[in-house]
């Protein structure tokens, strides 16, 4: 009976170590240029461990591989909340190429891989490991000016990371109604077969579609389309975004 007992918890470790997933496992520290980057959400309430943290990131690569070792999760069937207190960038040479959204009330994390059950000590533990990550905000008064600034800094020492700006790949954005007149939902629609269709009809040109909700889409893209688009009524005209750009430094920089 004992020696069936100690079987079924080795079983269940087993299992349990099985189904664990390594969020930071494709990376290879070792080779340089790897930083991680914690960023507070601006709209949820501060909570002590954001409070206490802050903005944050490391490149040393010891502590990289301890994030390695030590974020390893259980997935969760629990649907992710869509507001998040953090979201973790994994960065190559100070562009982002793999982000992670954290919920400290649900105590989760979603990934690409999923989403995973969160342990906050898994974050406190690195507190005085990391180091201190300095917000700037730079307005500009065109597009122009503000990718030639972004263009600028990649090669500054001191940058830690730049938030990829909404203008950085189309100028702005106008929203149709994506019904035709019929009483279906873009759900219902399919944004897949609306991107094909005015692929279709403007081949040329990129853009990229996101549900409003109902049967409105959203439409990011050049303003040459949207001064051209015929294919569905307009719900809300042509806007061009405005050039901020927020970047994060090792200095506090002015």
Not at 81 to 86: G, I, N, R, T, V
Request: net charge positive; charged share 25%.
């Amino acid at each position: 009976m004992k020696r069936a007992l100690n079987i079924l918890i080795l079983l269940a470790f087993c299992m349990s170590a099985f189904s664990q997933t390594s969020l930071l496992n494709d990376f290879n520290f070792e080779n340089g240029g790897y930083s991680l980057v914690g960023i507070r959400s601006a709209k949820l309430k501060k909570t002590f461990l954001m409070d206490t943290l802050k903005d944050f990131y490391t490149n040393d690569i010891k502590i990289l591989n301890e994030f390695k070792k030590e974020w390893v999760f259980n997935k969760t069937n629990d649907g992710f909340k869509y507001d998040f207190h953090y979201t973790i960038y994994i960065c190559k040479n100070g562009i982002s190429i793999e982000q992670f959204n954290i919920n400290l009330s649900s105590n989760e994390i979603t990934s690409a891989k999923g989403t995973f059950f969160f342990d906050s000590n898994k974050l406190i533990s690195f507190k005085r490991k990391v180091k201190k990550a300095y917000r700037r905000t730079d307005e500009f008064k065109t597009l122009k000016q503000a990718r030639e600034y972004k263009s600028s800094i990649t090669t500054d020492k001191n940058l830690v990371f730049i938030t990829p700006p909404i203008w950085n790949e189309y100028d702005g954005s106008f929203s149709f109604d994506g019904s035709n007149g019929d009483s279906l939902t873009i759900r219902e629609i399919s944004l897949t077969k609306l991107t094909a269709e005015i692929k279709k009809v403007y081949p040329y040109e990129n853009f990229e579609l996101e549900d409003l909700g109902n049967v409105y889409v959203g439409t990011k893209c050049q303003k040459a389309l949207a001064m051209k688009f015929k294919l569905y009524p307009i719900w809300d005209q042509w806007g061009e975004y405005h050039p901020i750009l927020t970047t994060y430094w090792m200095n506090d920089i002015k």
